[in-house]
């Protein structure tokens, strides 16, 4: 990461990539866009990244681990309620 000083503020040089998404992840988030909680897509992006890099991916992992034993749980409950 470069980094410039200029007074107090300090300037982190970006790089451009890009990347392939849902269509209705992006409809998604250019209505946050359109509500003012993002200001551009990419902003959107680089939040969402920095929250992964501090919650840990490890963590995220176990939740969606968690995600889906709830789901296996919840389709044999209804298994057995549709016997």
Same mark, same amino acid.
């Given at each position: 990461?470069?980094?410039?000083?200029?007074?107090?503020?300090?300037?982190?040089?970006?790089?451009?990539?890009?990347?392939?998404?849902?269509?209705?992840?992006?409809?998604?988030?250019?209505?946050?866009?359109?509500?003012?909680?993002?200001?551009?897509?990419?902003?959107?992006? /680089?939040?969402? !990244? @920095?929250? &992964?890099?501090? #919650?840990?991916? *490890?963590?995220?992992?176990?939740?969606?681990?968690?995600?889906?034993?709830? /789901?296996?749980? !919840? @389709?044999? &409950?209804?298994? #057995?309620?549709? *016997?």
């Amino acid at each position: 990461m470069v980094e410039w000083k200029i007074g107090k503020v300090v300037r982190v040089a970006k790089i451009r990539v890009f990347v392939t998404i849902e269509f209705e992840l992006v409809e998604w988030m250019d209505d946050l866009i359109r509500r003012g909680v993002f200001h551009t897509r990419s902003h959107l992006m /680089e939040q969402a !990244l @920095k929250h &992964i890099k501090k #919650e840990g991916v *490890k963590n995220i992992l176990i939740e969606m681990l968690e995600e889906k034993e709830a /789901e296996g749980k !919840l @389709k044999e &409950i209804r298994m #057995e309620r549709s *016997k």
